[in-house]
């Protein structure tokens, strides 16, 4: 019987000397500390994660937006009926009024002109490259697509049409001139 009451006694010096024992009490503000920099850092990564998949999200919406505004501007072009330009009381052409957003994962589109290879925006462009759209995502990566449209800016055609992110009501218009027959977009 004396060895069950002193094995009793010796947990209740355990638990005593658990309650009561402050040498650990001094790392304690430490280890919360180290604890709030670790979770600051996995909601930190978690966040920038959760940001790059939303702007993939958004580049790809964006590609398969790009690619119905171009489907709908080249039936424009190839059904003809363009407005000429040069002559101010021409009100005839084909014009179709169309919303359009560029995401922020989008620093640029351009249709028009072709990327030039110093990353800047290119002001005029050469009648080759009048079929051409690209764009450039928040990565720095740039992509090009053919259409079977030309594309030009009202009123000087020989600049290509630039759009930044935002959203838009576009006018398609299906204009000509004597270079030749153009979309503009505006």
Do not use: C
């Not at 079929?131 to 290509?160: C, E, M, R």
């Amino acid at each position: 019987m004396l060895t069950s009451i002193h094995n009793f006694k010796y947990h209740n010096d355990i638990r005593h000397a658990m309650l009561f024992d402050e040498a650990g009490a001094d790392a304690l503000p430490m280890r919360f500390v180290a604890a709030a920099v670790l979770m600051g850092i996995i909601v930190a990564l978690s966040a920038t994660a959760l940001a790059d998949f939303s702007r993939d999200a958004q580049v790809k919406q964006f590609s398969a937006d790009l690619s119905a505004l171009e489907a709908r501007a080249s039936i424009i072009y190839q059904q003809g009926g363009a407005r000429d330009i040069s002559d101010p009381a021409d009100n005839t052409g084909t014009m179709e009024i169309i919303r359009f957003k560029v995401p922020e994962g989008i620093e640029v589109v351009v249709f028009g002109a072709m990327p030039p290879h110093d990353g800047t925006i290119p002001v005029l462009t050469s009648p080759g490259e009048r079929n051409i759209i690209y764009y450039t995502t928040y990565q720095g990566v740039t992509k090009t697509a053919p259409s079977k449209a030309k594309y030009a800016a009202v009123p000087d055609l020989g600049v290509p049409v630039v759009l930044v992110p935002g959203s838009y009501e576009l006018t398609i218009e299906l204009v000509k001139d004597s270079s030749g027959t153009y979309i503009t977009l505006y």
